[in-house]
């Protein structure tokens, strides 16, 4: 095993995978896929199958959304799900705190406690989804429904 292979944030990801029946997921690349239209290109999918995991803060809580990678989200929409008027972009410091991965290979799971999340009903239009995998190099792919099942999160419109 590789020292990427070996990381921390990555060997929780797939930890929290396994425990679904997700084996064989992950996918480490020999470059960083920090974006979604990166790993789409990479992948050779459409940008919108990327589940970018994108930390917010609702107030004072980090809240994690994960959005489909052809569109922004509506922060507005989204802050109400939260229960706020609007949230806010959390910075890298509150991501690694929150997820105890960086921005750029933040997954929807894996993190040390759990964080109030909502998918992106827009990813239910993909048959095969890229989320990070908590690092820059490295992703797993999942159907929508095994996004949900991983995450336990509602599904509504976010963008």
Avoid: Y
């Amino acid at each position: 095993m590789t020292e990427v292979e070996a990381a921390p944030a990555l060997a929780a990801v797939r930890a929290v995978l396994e425990r679904h029946g997700l084996v064989d997921r992950v996918r480490v690349f020999d470059v960083e896929l920090p974006t979604a239209a990166a790993a789409a290109q990479h992948l050779g999918c459409e940008v919108g199958a990327i589940a970018n995991s994108l930390v917010f803060r609702a107030g004072d809580e980090p809240v994690l959304v994960l959005a489909s990678g052809a569109h922004r989200v509506d922060v507005a929409r989204a802050g109400a799900l939260f229960g706020v008027e609007r949230l806010r972009r959390a910075d890298a410091d509150l991501v690694l705190a929150a997820t105890g991965q960086q921005v750029g290979g933040c997954a929807p799971v894996g993190h040390p406690a759990p964080l109030r999340t909502v998918i992106d009903a827009d990813l239910a239009g993909h048959e095969r989804l890229w989320a990070g995998a908590g690092i820059k190099p490295a992703m797993f792919w999942a159907t929508f429904d095994e996004l949900v099942a991983l995450t336990g999160a509602p599904v509504a419109a976010i963008a």
